[in-house]
RNA sequence: GCCUGCAUAGCUCAGUAGGUAGAGCAACUGACUUGUAAUCAGUAGGUCGUUGGUUCGAUUCCGACUGCAGGCUCCA
């Protein structure tokens, strides 16, 4: 009997049932075969040569694809495996996903892994890759797997089977000894990984995430279709290494940290220069939008963090001290200072949305092994500010928000941004009505925006849900910057009120939001993103002035005086040293533009203007160069448009 | 906090099978007055993260602590 098979294409070809997807790919050409890792039948991935025995809409996988090197990625994880219960048989294994770029497996075991074992392994994986063992998908019985593992002594897989639903069709893979539970597909056999996956790191995990549970081995792995692509993204890899924000914070002296502060920034000058053109813009930006800024006190009397919920809920995050008699919180957020201000006077539902800014300095004690260059620190400055505002006013707040948000990160050259939306929790306070508003709010804002998010369910704060924007760093990893929280409970908590239309006193609702996030890590992410070379708006230092003789130095003084004078960050280079030398070290600290000056020059009352990234050089008067030097600024352009870009 | 690893000059790094360390750049001094990514010569610079132990002797071996890196957990 035959199936009719179609493909993408629209083609239909007659197979003679039962068939595989194996077949399928020779038939159609030996080198579609050779590349082939696994096939979609119908929508769903399937193993190459799983039986299709019936019509059915085909699309061969290839391993260049994503779908083709996630099951690679996977296949790697499998016969990393199989490689360490070869080594090591008295470990047990968990659980291997495929992730990005690579692959994971998490094992239990006595003894730690070392860096050698992880050689040792990888030179095994490829033996098993070389011997090419056929893989093979079984239907096993629940009862029969739970009975099997636990006889080879593998009790989370064993666990990981009791916990599955009932009706789940448990599929089995065996590759050589090595059996493992797996949905699948899989490689019809370990020879068609080849050799394009590396072992990159070790590092510990908790049995299904959670910290109370035991803690598991986990070893990460690269892998890619071939050694080409891998070699690729180890380059990739390194090169995005020199963009780290803690390697160009010391290259480009920006700011350093210390033993004797761990998770506080100590900004020098350059780097503080860029915190305040950062902040001040944020400021300016809010001010536009109809934010008031305020400044609310770091030191505040541990009871109001009683009365916010704070102390309950964060109480192990917060510094405190003690004098007096009295005891303190240094505040780890700024909402419950807000609120003060707030409910400082009566107000009026005309009030509403009231919108408090600050540029709050929160300090938490954050886990030793949290903290991460200036991306994730005790000390930071949030661009915090809460919208009190009436119910009806949530969704329109939102989408301002949102808008507001896009604008700013758009001047800062972020197109790249994830959005999450996390609901309500399972300990929370409000009724279920009014969490289904807000959540739809911030749903539907995220919809008229067009916009692809993530669900977090039960990921929301206790007093309402988010909406998480996050930006990526120079390897990928992502951060939460803005946020957006809807807030029912906090107000009430602590007397926040209005008079309504009616004359009936209300408690407002009160939003938090924060674009930047924190200064500190935004300008982490940022640094990250222009590789530290900063668009001339926010480069710390925008000029150097570079003389190429001493008798050049008057004018050299006289130009800077002039840029100084039009707002432009500018400094002179006035050693005895020549303009090659000069024009290197000015590079490597990636100044927007050089402006050299020799006799020349100061005889014709000229530039030579060097732009950052470009060889070239343009003469010009020192009018023209503030005039097009001053218009990039104010526009923000994150290129050098002129004089000379590249 | 947990797991693994790391800590040598201002920076980037080398080194010592246990006998108190070296390079390049930077700094300082002198010469050179220079035209777009490193001018030459000389000088100086280190309790080898801190702290216990083993040893005749520890920067090196072992332990603790602190910090950092990667990951987990947690978060802006």
Same mark, same amino acid.
């Given at each position: 009997?035959?199936?009719?098979?179609s493909? +993408?294409?629209?083609? @239909?070809?007659?197979?003679?049932?039962?068939?595989?997807?194996?077949?399928?790919?020779?038939?159609?050409?030996?080198?579609?075969?050779?590349?082939?890792v696994?096939?979609k #039948?119908?929508?769903?991935?399937?193993?190459?040569?799983?039986?299709?025995?019936? =019509?059915?809409? #085909?699309?061969?996988?290839?391993?260049?694809?994503?779908?083709?090197?996630? @099951?690679?990625?996977?296949?790697?994880?499998?016969?990393?495996?199989?490689?360490?219960?070869?080594?090591?048989?008295?470990? !047990?294994?968990?659980?291997?996903?495929?992730?990005? =770029?690579?692959?994971?497996?998490?094992?239990?075991? *006595?003894?730690?892994f070392?860096?050698?074992?992880?050689?040792t392994?990888?030179?095994?994986?490829?033996?098993?890759?070389?011997?090419?063992?056929?893989?093979?998908?079984?239907?096993?019985?629940r009862? !029969?797997?739970?009975?099997?593992?636990?006889?080879? &002594?593998?009790?989370?897989?064993?666990? $990981?089977?009791?916990d599955?639903?009932?009706?789940?069709e448990?599929?089995?893979?065996?590759? /050589?000894?090595?059996?493992?539970?797996?949905?699948?597909?899989?490689?019809?056999?370990?020879?068609?990984?080849?050799?394009?996956?590396?072992?990159?790191?070790?590092?510990?995990?908790?049995?299904?995430?959670?910290?109370n549970?035991?803690? %598991?081995?986990?070893?990460?792995?690269?892998?890619?279709?071939?050694?080409?692509?891998?070699?690729?993204?180890?380059?990739?890899?390194?090169e995005?290494?020199?963009?780290d924000?803690?390697?160009? /914070?010391?290259?480009?002296?920006?700011?350093?940290?210390?033993?004797?502060?761990?998770?506080? @920034?100590?900004?020098?000058?350059k780097?503080?220069?860029?915190y305040?053109?950062?902040? !001040?813009?944020?400021?300016?930006?809010?001010?536009?939008?109809?934010?008031?800024?305020?400044?609310? +006190?770091?030191?505040?009397?541990?009871?109001?963090?009683?009365?916010?919920?704070?102390?309950?809920?964060?109480?192990?995050?917060?510094?405190?001290?003690e004098?007096?008699?009295?005891?303190?919180?240094?505040?780890?957020?700024?909402? +419950?200072?807000?609120?003060?201000?707030?409910?400082?006077?009566?107000?009026?539902?005309? =009030?509403?949305?009231?919108?408090?800014?600050?540029?709050?300095?929160?300090?938490r004690?954050?886990?030793?092994?949290?903290?991460?260059?200036?991306?994730?620190?005790?000390?930071?400055?949030?661009?915090?500010a809460?919208?009190?505002?009436?119910?009806?006013?949530?969704?329109?707040?939102?989408?301002?928000?949102?808008?507001?948000?896009?604008?700013?990160?758009?001047?800062?050259?972020?197109?790249?941004?994830?959005?999450?939306?996390?609901?309500?929790?399972?300990?929370?306070?409000?009724?279920?009505?009014?969490?289904?508003?807000?959540?739809?709010?911030l749903?539907?804002?995220?919809?008229?925006?067009?916009?692809?998010? =993530?669900?977090?369910?039960?990921?929301?704060?206790f007093?309402?849900?988010?909406?998480?924007?996050?930006?990526?760093?120079?390897?990928?990893? %992502?951060?939460?910057c &803005?946020?957006?929280?809807?807030?029912f409970s906090? +107000?009430?908590?602590?007397?926040?009120?209005?008079?309504?239309?009616?004359?009936?006193?209300?408690?407002?609702?009160?939003?938090?939001?924060?674009?930047?996030?924190?200064? *500190?890590?935004?300008?982490?992410?940022?640094?990250?993103?222009?590789? /530290?070379?900063?668009?001339?708006?926010?480069?710390?230092?925008?000029v150097?002035i570079?003389?190429?003789?001493?008798?050049?130095?008057?004018?050299?003084?006289?130009?800077?005086?002039?840029?100084?004078?039009?707002?432009?960050?500018?400094?002179?280079?006035?050693?005895?040293?020549? $303009?090659?030398?000069?024009?290197?070290?000015?590079?490597?600290?990636?100044?927007?533009?050089?402006?050299? $000056?020799?006799?020349?020059?100061?005889?014709?009352?000229?530039?030579?203007?060097?732009r950052?990234?470009? !060889?070239?050089?343009?003469?010009?008067?020192?009018?023209?160069?503030?005039?097009?030097?001053?218009?990039?600024?104010?526009?923000?352009e994150?290129?050098?448009?002129?004089?000379?870009?590249?």
């Amino acid at each position: 009997m035959d199936i009719k098979i179609s493909f +993408p294409d629209g083609a @239909v070809r007659e197979f003679a049932a039962p068939t595989t997807g194996m077949a399928i790919a020779n038939d159609i050409s030996s080198g579609l075969r050779r590349n082939a890792v696994a096939v979609k #039948v119908n929508g769903a991935l399937w193993d190459l040569t799983r039986e299709i025995a019936a =019509d059915a809409q #085909v699309e061969i996988v290839t391993r260049d694809t994503d779908e083709g090197l996630e @099951v690679l990625r996977h296949d790697a994880a499998h016969i990393m495996a199989e490689a360490v219960k070869e080594l090591f048989p008295e470990t !047990q294994v968990t659980i291997g996903p495929a992730i990005e =770029d690579g692959f994971y497996y998490d094992f239990a075991r *006595e003894e730690a892994f070392t860096p050698d074992d992880l050689v040792t392994i990888e030179t095994r994986m490829r033996d098993i890759v070389r011997r090419n063992e056929t893989i093979e998908r079984e239907i096993w019985d629940r009862q !029969q797997a739970i009975d099997y593992f636990k006889s080879i &002594g593998e009790e989370y897989k064993a666990e $990981i089977i009791t916990d599955l639903p009932e009706t789940e069709e448990l599929s089995i893979y065996r590759q /050589g000894e090595f059996l493992d539970l797996c949905v699948g597909p899989h490689l019809p056999s370990t020879g068609i990984l080849r050799d394009g996956f590396k072992l990159t790191k070790l590092a510990g995990a908790y049995w299904r995430g959670d910290s109370n549970n035991a803690q %598991l081995q986990r070893i990460y792995g690269t892998a890619w279709s071939d050694k080409k692509q891998l070699k690729a993204y180890l380059k990739r890899m390194e090169e995005a290494e020199k963009r780290d924000h803690r390697k160009l /914070g010391k290259t480009l002296d920006l700011f350093h940290i210390q033993d004797e502060a761990p998770g506080s @920034v100590f900004w020098h000058p350059k780097g503080w220069a860029l915190y305040q053109v950062v902040q !001040q813009y944020m400021a300016d930006r809010q001010y536009e939008r109809g934010y008031k800024e305020i400044k609310t +006190p770091i030191l505040v009397d541990f009871s109001l963090w009683e009365r916010s919920g704070h102390a309950e809920k964060f109480s192990d995050d917060m510094f405190t001290l003690e004098t007096d008699d009295r005891r303190y919180a240094i505040k780890p957020m700024n909402c +419950p200072c807000h609120v003060q201000v707030y409910n400082q006077g009566l107000k009026s539902y005309r =009030d509403l949305p009231l919108k408090l800014a600050e540029f709050g300095s929160c300090h938490r004690n954050e886990m030793s092994g949290a903290l991460h260059g200036i991306m994730r620190v005790r000390s930071f400055v949030q661009d915090d500010a809460h919208v009190f505002c009436t119910e009806e006013q949530i969704q329109s707040e939102v989408t301002e928000f949102i808008d507001f948000l896009h604008a700013v990160y758009k001047d800062f050259g972020f197109t790249e941004i994830v959005y999450k939306l996390s609901t309500r929790p399972e300990l929370r306070v409000g009724d279920d009505e009014v969490w289904d508003r807000s959540e739809k709010a911030l749903e539907k804002a995220l919809n008229d925006n067009g916009l692809d998010w =993530d669900l977090q369910p039960g990921e929301g704060a206790f007093y309402g849900p988010k909406i998480e924007f996050s930006l990526k760093d120079c390897i990928g990893r %992502l951060w939460q910057c &803005g946020t957006m929280q809807v807030d029912f409970s906090t +107000p009430g908590r602590l007397g926040a009120e209005y008079v309504a239309e009616d004359g009936s006193k209300k408690a407002p609702v009160m939003l938090h939001r924060a674009i930047l996030g924190s200064i *500190e890590r935004f300008l982490g992410i940022l640094i990250e993103q222009h590789a /530290g070379a900063m668009p001339a708006w926010l480069a710390p230092q925008q000029v150097m002035i570079a003389t190429i003789v001493t008798d050049a130095n008057d004018y050299a003084e006289e130009v800077c005086a002039a840029l100084r004078a039009h707002g432009i960050r500018a400094e002179v280079d006035l050693r005895n040293e020549k $303009i090659g030398y000069k024009v290197r070290e000015h590079s490597l600290q990636k100044i927007p533009a050089i402006l050299a $000056i020799g006799m020349r020059e100061a005889e014709e009352k000229t530039l030579a203007v060097r732009r950052f990234g470009s !060889q070239n050089q343009t003469t010009m008067t020192l009018d023209d160069f503030i005039t097009s030097f001053t218009q990039e600024v104010e526009n923000r352009e994150l290129m050098a448009a002129t004089p000379n870009a590249e």
